[in-house]
């Protein structure tokens, strides 16, 4: 827990007016890092009124009209030898949180590159930045002096890293997020994402709070910290609920002044453990805790990921609404289907740990996924091998009523058991435009201002061959996308470009080697389709 909190801590810095008369006169904004005290020393003999770091200690400097001076640790707590250290970052930006899908950011230092991993999205304030989509990124950093702390940036307006030397942080505009900073002949990396060094194991990074209300409020006046009704932890590309409806307060009265002090969140008991910051230790296990922030009761200075108040004056500035930014974020859905949205593994029958609804749900920034798939389910209330297979027309009543997002994939197993594809304007369950009909004509009515969106099949094995009801599985995705047009619904055609493609043999041996249901990867690549799509409607 120690090292989370050293690399963990993201600055942002609150003006104060120090009560002691030399300290008054420093600008507390550091100008620049340098080696150690006898380099500054060397470096600026006359010495001014900024403060300077010494990358040897951490520590923050100032002149005290004779000399430079050493003050405490700059923004963090000590650091052991060997462990990822925390790199003093700009005052003038804020920190965001990257949530990934399958593989946290890793600092290849051997390669002189920054890669980030498919499916990996930033969350900065209230909003949300799709970085990666389909394909890798990575960033040369070859350029990048080994001697010095580099601060990795990212440009929400162009969709561009770039990255600064940490002492040249007055270049940093109000368009960029700081995402990690960086030292590279040591090694070192700070960032609150979780991240690799040279593919090693994953380091965990803090919590980032996302508000639809209002932004903690550290109100020292009142000896409170103040978290506002509909607040979620984002932790490891989980979502916790803190507050739903109501406010929640935290009182520090019995804290003793001029005290740094660690905020954690405990995700198994939902409750804030406050602790200094040379006292990490105790119960329940470490594990469970999650880094908010830390602050000083004495200046009131506070470190947190994204905007803060304190004493009710919101710290940080504004930046330009991101186009980009989900309109599920923080909300339920449901997605209906089979077992590929079950997420059947081909492999060995097994539910996979990650099957696509997750993703896409990680993708949104979904607070609630509901799983509604099942194996072996079709759409039409239809048993005509005598076995009753579940019909999602049926079934969707018991769906979640408070789903802001309704997904259906359906339509493979109505082909595989031969399901009469009957006509538009059925009214009879048994065949799938009566099936049809029913169901999105009940969603409709149930999910009345929500948002309903249907999906074609996939290509599968064999689906070009007509079964025993006269119809190939084109036939069904035809279907489907007719009772879109009919009831005004939005349609994803997975058939025509999902990218799966049986006659391929290296595709489907690669994503789909059953011939019928994805593996882990082509339920990443569904997740790739799905999330854009769902970005757009």
């Known amino acids: 827990m120690g090292d989370i909190l050293a690399r963990g801590i993201a600055s942002t810095k609150v003006a104060k007016t120090y009560v002691d008369g030399v300290v008054a006169a420093v600008n507390a904004s550091p100008k620049g890092v340098y080696a150690d005290l006898a380099t500054l020393s060397a470096a600026l003999p006359a010495g001014n009124a900024n403060v300077y770091l010494t990358a040897d200690d951490g520590k923050w400097c100032y002149w005290n009209g004779s000399a430079w001076t050493a003050g405490s640790i700059y923004q963090s707590m000590g650091i052991t030898d060997g462990s990822v250290t925390s790199v003093k970052t700009t005052p003038n930006a804020h920190m ?6 399958t593989k946290p950011m890793n600092f290849d230092f051997t390669a002189n590159t920054i890669t980030f991993f498919i499916d990996t999205v930033l969350f900065f304030k209230k909003g949300r930045y799709l970085i990666t989509n389909s394909s890798v990124v990575t960033i040369d950093i070859s350029t990048a002096t080994t001697s010095i702390y580099y601060s990795l940036l990212y440009d929400v307006i162009t969709n561009t890293f770039s990255f600064v030397a940490s002492n040249n ?48 409020n550290f109100a020292f006046a ?41 905020l954690y969140y405990d995700r198994v008991a939902g409750t804030f453990i406050i602790k200094t910051t040379g006292d990490i230790g105790g119960t329940p296990a470490l594990t469970t805790y999650t880094l908010i922030a830390t602050f000083n009761t004495g200046d009131k200075t506070v470190w947190i990921v994204g905007g803060f108040k304190v004493d009710g004056v919101l710290f940080g500035y504004s930046i330009p609404t991101p186009t980009t930014v989900s309109r599920f974020l923080n909300l339920e859905g449901n997605f209906l289907g089979d077992s590929f949205t079950w997420g059947y593994n081909p492999a060995d029958g097994t539910q996979l740990a990650n099957p696509f609804p997750t993703l896409v749900g990680n993708t949104l920034g979904l607070l609630t996924v509901n799983n509604y798939g099942l194996t072996g389910s079709v759409l039409a209330d239809y048993a005509g ?59 409709l009515t149930k999910y009345p201002t929500q948002t309903i969106v249907l999906a074609t099949p996939m290509h599968r094995e064999g689906d070009t061959v007509a079964n025993t009801a006269s119809a ?32 391929n043999a290296v595709n489907y041996t690669a994503i789909c080697p059953d011939g ?14 799905i999330s854009g799509f769902l970005m757009t409607v």
């Open 516 to 529: 019928r249901h994805p593996n882990a990867a082509g339920h990443v690549k569904l997740a790739h389709r």
């Open 385 to 443: 091998d005598g076995v009753t297979r579940s019909p999602m027309c049926v079934r969707y009543v018991a769906m979640s009523d408070t789903a802001e997002l309704i997904f259906v994939l359906a339509g493979t197993n109505d082909w595989a058991q031969n399901v009469a594809i009957g006509t538009i304007t059925d009214a009879v369950m048994t065949t799938f435009y009566g099936g049809l009909n029913a169901l999105v004509d009940g969603l």
């Open 169 to 216: 942080v007055n270049t940093i505009t109000e368009n960029q997020v700081l995402i990690a900073t960086f030292y590279r002949n040591s090694k070192k990396v700070s960032s609150p994402s979780a991240f690799t060094i040279d593919d090693g194991a994953e380091c965990d990074g803090v919590g980032v709070l996302v508000s639809d209300n209002s932004y903690p």
């Open 472 to 503: 190939t599985l084109l036939d069904y995705v035809n279907a489907i996308k007719a009772i879109g047009i009919k009831f005004g619904v939005a349609v994803l055609d997975l058939y025509a470009t999902s990218g799966f493609y049986p006659d």
């Open 96 to 101: 965001g949180l990257l949530s990934y899908s």
């Open 222 to 262: 009142s000896n409170k910290i103040i978290f506002y009704a509909n607040t979620t932890l984002l932790y490891k590309n989980k979502r916790y609920v803190i507050t739903s409806t109501t406010d929640v307060e935290v009182d520090i009265s019995g804290l003793a002044a001029g005290q740094l002090y660690a």
